[in-house]
């Protein structure tokens, strides 16, 4: 864990607006979940919205459990797209404009409204390799963030 991410602190704002909170404080893995981490840090003056209910947990498992994690989102694909000529890139930028779900949200990833998992990276470097462009590819800036991702 390097310093970025020991100074990470959990701000409920970050949590997507659909998200689940769970209160279930007897559940044995309350203090590793991400719903229970959201359920224990409301905001002062919240008093509605979605919850996991306690029959989620049944012969000491939830099927809502979500593990904690901090990952190192990734934003930007400006630099990295820039690099290749004009027709990959109008490609490779239509792909991952798929992938991630259509223009909207590749802009909100795009401009770090919203942060690529690991996974996310993952996929678009495995995909502009096999488009024939190798060596070190980066995103146009990273940040630490407790992994919301489904």
């Known amino acids: ?28 893995k309350a203090g590793e979940c991400m719903h229970f981490l959201t359920g224990r840090n409301l905001p002062d003056g919240m ?16 099927e809502h459990f979500k593990q904690v994690r901090v990952i190192r989102g990734a934003y930007g694909f400006n630099g990295m797209l820039h690099e290749m000529t004009r027709r990959d890139e109008v490609q490779l930028r239509s792909l991952i404009k798929a992938y991630l779900g259509g223009n909207g949200t590749y802009y909100m990833y795009n401009n770090g409204v919203k942060l690529l998992t690991p996974e996310q990276q993952e996929w678009i470097l495995r995909l502009i390799r096999q488009h024939g462009y190798t060596g070190e590819k980066e995103f146009d800036g990273y940040r630490y963030q407790y992994d919301f991702s489904e």
Do not use: R, S
């Open 1 to 28: 864990m390097d310093n970025n991410e020991k100074e990470l602190v959990f701000n409920y704002a970050d949590a997507p607006k659909h998200w689940f909170n769970c209160f279930h404080a007897a559940c044995k």
């Open 47 to 62: 008093t509605f919205g979605n919850a996991i209910y306690p029959t989620a947990y049944q012969n000491g498992t939830c």
